[in-house]
């Protein structure tokens, strides 16, 4: 077997625990959402859960550092808090995207709870400006948010396949509108919250910038 191949094998490894760790802590977190288990558990449980973070910070990476297992050119973002499959934040949401439409799936858990039983809305602010950012992406001029506006027509259910749209409406210039939905999958057509996204494409100079540091190749 090839170096190239080698590396690639173990950068798919790497990226496999990353997405089972993620599952765990997402297991994790819903879990100590939803227990009622008796508050001695719960002490026993914290103890525990510090002792395994342990040696997980005693490599950590600098903010001006991209995490080894990304690929940010190919879009890999294992820790973006809603597509990450390594972030205990993210759903994760799972999203198909091409010539700026995109369309995606999750379910939402009693941690993104807002009012009772129903998904809070910065959450599906969050949501939205994600999907927004791939079906600008996927038109080939991606940018930066610059504004979003949501309108919430109808509480978002929690526990319930949800079904998340998005396409790009106009590009003028160096600015690309987006507009969104999020509809359960049960009934798509019935939507649940809008938003309409304003994205910037950055000039040279902002993306050097903003993201200089990481936009350098990786020292071996
Ligand atoms: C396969 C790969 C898949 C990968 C998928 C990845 C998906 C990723 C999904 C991620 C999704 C998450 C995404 C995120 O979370 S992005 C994170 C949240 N967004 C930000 O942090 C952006 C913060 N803003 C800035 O840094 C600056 O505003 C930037 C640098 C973007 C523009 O700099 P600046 O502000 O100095 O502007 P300009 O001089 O360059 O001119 C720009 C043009 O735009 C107009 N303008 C600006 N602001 C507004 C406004 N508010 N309303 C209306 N118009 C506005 C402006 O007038 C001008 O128009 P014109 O005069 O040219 O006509």
């Not at 077997?1 to 765990?24: K, N, P, Y």
């Not at 969050?126 to 079906?135: I, P």
């Not at 259910?157 to 507009?179: D, I």
Request: glycine residues 10%; neutral net charge.
């Amino acid at each position: 077997m090839t170096d190239r191949l080698q590396s690639v094998d173990r950068l798919l490894e790497r990226r496999e625990a990353i997405s089972d760790l993620g599952d765990a802590l997402r297991l994790l977190i819903e879990h100590a959402t939803a227990t009622e288990a008796p508050t001695e558990e719960l002490r026993r449980a914290a103890e525990r859960i510090r002792q395994a973070a342990g040696p997980l910070g005693e490599r950590i990476r600098e903010r001006t550092e991209v995490a080894a297992a990304d690929d940010l050119l190919g879009g890999v973002r294992m820790y973006n808090p809603v597509i990450g499959r390594g972030s205990a934040l993210a759903p994760p949401v799972h999203v198909e995207s091409s010539n700026g439409v995109a369309v995606g799936t999750c379910t939402l858990g009693l941690a993104y709870e807002g009012p009772p039983m129903y998904a809070h809305g910065g959450v599906s602010a969050m949501l939205l400006d994600q999907m927004l950012g791939h079906a600008v992406t996927s038109s080939g001029k991606p940018g930066m948010t610059v504004q979003l506006d949501t309108a919430y027509r109808k509480p978002v259910p929690l526990m319930t396949a949800l079904r998340l749209t998005a396409e790009v409406s106009q590009v003028e210039g160096r600015r690309v509108t987006a507009v969104g939905a999020i509809a359960t999958a049960e009934r798509p057509d019935e939507v649940l919250v809008t938003a309409t996204g304003l994205f910037v494409a950055l000039r040279a100079e902002q993306a050097q910038r903003l993201f200089g540091p990481v936009m350098r190749p990786r020292a071996s």
